[in-house]
């Protein structure tokens, strides 16, 4: 009796470790691949505790989270044949533990090989610019180099971004004069912009304050206003040139209306003399002229000069001086000394 029951002691023992050999737990981030003879189960184990046959299963756990995997620095030749080093981060998961345990001996290590190839291949098919500027849609095709051969061994990428371009030192500072200029460029630009709206608001100005003499007054006013306010001793008033153009303006019609009564004065005083000169007043005046003439011309030269008899004011204005001769001008009528006795 006390052997029997020291046999079902035994075996009962037995059976727990047969059983705690066969017993397993599979965490929350795990799936389990059983491989019962070498061969793997079509169904894969979830969490929790799981038995397997002893010497029989054997079992291998699949990791499920998002595994976060650097790129090596990779450098490279790109398309504008500019020599650059990039690196990058993939972020991928297992969607299919059994093919992940299976199809590949290290899923991790393979993606990080896709990866790195991948990431060549993409710096030669693209330019500089887009390595620094259009990194978004490298992103995605370089997503979609690494997902094509892992989508067969159960990995889903989730992401794949680039980390870092290094350029060389002399394109560096290439690209820094570059900027420099670019910025100096549109520096000047705006500038020549805000001076071209302002002529035009000023040209604007000018003709509403020349429609409005009003205007200019009192923009006038407002300079003195702006300069008295800074509270100087000496005001300084701006003289304005639209009232220069006054003067000017009112110069010229001036002179010309003294031209005109220039002109109408001559022609009445020219009407009067000769009125006076037709006149028998006026004859006998011009005579008596004529005559105190000849006494002084007697005075200088041999002869007295002959007195011409009255007649019209035409006939007198007919000979040089209003009908004086020279007496030191020979004529036909009158000998001269080489033809006296």
Known sequence: MDGAVIGVVIAFVLGLLVLRSGMRVVNQVERGVVFRWGKALPSYRHPGITFLVPFADRMRKVNVQVVTMPV???EGITKDNVSVKVDAVVYFRVTDPIRAAIEVQDYIFAVGQVAQSSLRSIIGKSDLDDLLTDRERLHEGLALMIDSPAAEW????DRVEIKDVQLPESLKRSMSRQAEAERERR????TADGEFQAAQQLA??????SDSPEAMQLRL???VVEVAAEKNSTLVMPFPVELLRYFERATKRLDQEVEKNDRENGRENGRENGRELEAPEGQAA????IEQIAAVAEQFGPGPAPVPA???A???GAGNGAGVTDPRVPSPERPGPADRP
């Open 314 to 316: 035409a006939e007198a």
């Open 286 to 289: 011009l005579r008596a002229g």
């Open 72 to 74: 090596p620095t990779q």
């Open 310 to 312: 009255a007649g019209t």
């Open 204 to 209: 604007n100005a000018s003709r509403i304050m």
């Open 221 to 223: 006013l407002q300079t």
């Open 187 to 190: 520096a000047r630009v705006i």
């Open 154 to 157: 159960g990995i889903h990428i």
